[in-house]
C-alpha cells in the first residue's frame, strides 16, 4: 500500500519490494535499514523478514510485495511518488521479474516518479524510460 508521508518533496512513498544488502561502504548509514528494525519492532507486516545479518538487518530481507506491485493502476490522479524508499530496485537478490513487473506497473501509471538509487540497473530496459 502506498501511504502518505510526511517528506517535503513528495505526496507518497510506494514500496513494492522492500528490504536490501550493503554492498558497498556507501551503504553504512543506510537509513531504510535503521527504519526497517523499528518497523518490524512495531509489527509493520512488511518488515517481517529478517535479512542476512552480514549484509541487511531485521526486518530488511529483501522482499516483493506483489499486491503492491500494481497499484499504481488504481490511483485516479498523477502524483508524485517516491518509488521504493525502503528498498534499492538495483538490489541483486531482486529477480529480474520482479524488476519487470514493477517496471511495468510504474510505467502504466500516471504518476511523476521520484526513483532514488544507490545499485546501478538498467531500469530503462525493462521499462523503456529515460531516466
Ligand atoms: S543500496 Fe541503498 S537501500 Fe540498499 S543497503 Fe545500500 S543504501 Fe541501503
Known amino acids: 500500500m502506498s501511504t502518505g508521508t510526511a517528506i517535503e518533496w513528495t505526496e507518497v512513498t510506494w514500496n513494492p519490494t522492500t528490504g536490501c544488502d ?10 531504510a535499514l535503521t527504519l526497517a ?3 518490524k519492532a512495531m509489527g509493520q507486516a512488511k518488515y517481517q523478514r529478517d535479512g542476512d545479518l552480514r549484509t541487511s538487518g531485521p526486518g530488511f530481507g529483501v522482499t516483493v510485495h506483489e ?5 499504481p493502476l488504481r490511483w485516479r490522479r498523477p502524483r508524485k511518488v517516491f518509488v521504493n524508499s525502503m528498498s534499492d530496485i538495483g538490489c541483486p ?3 529480474r521479474v520482479s524488476r519487470m513487473c514493477w517496471a511495468r506497473g510504474c510505467r502504466s501509471a500516471r504518476i511523476s516518479d521520484q526513483l532514488t538509487r544507490g545499485l546501478p540497473v538498467t531500469v530503462t530496459e525493462h521499462a523503456g524510460w529515460s531516466l
Open 22 to 31: 550493503r554492498i558497498s561502504p556507501g551503504c553504512d548509514h543506510c537509513y
Open 37 to 39: 528494525k523499528r518497523l
Open 93 to 95: 537478490a531482486l529477480s
Open 67 to 71: 499486491k503492491a506491485l500494481f497499484e
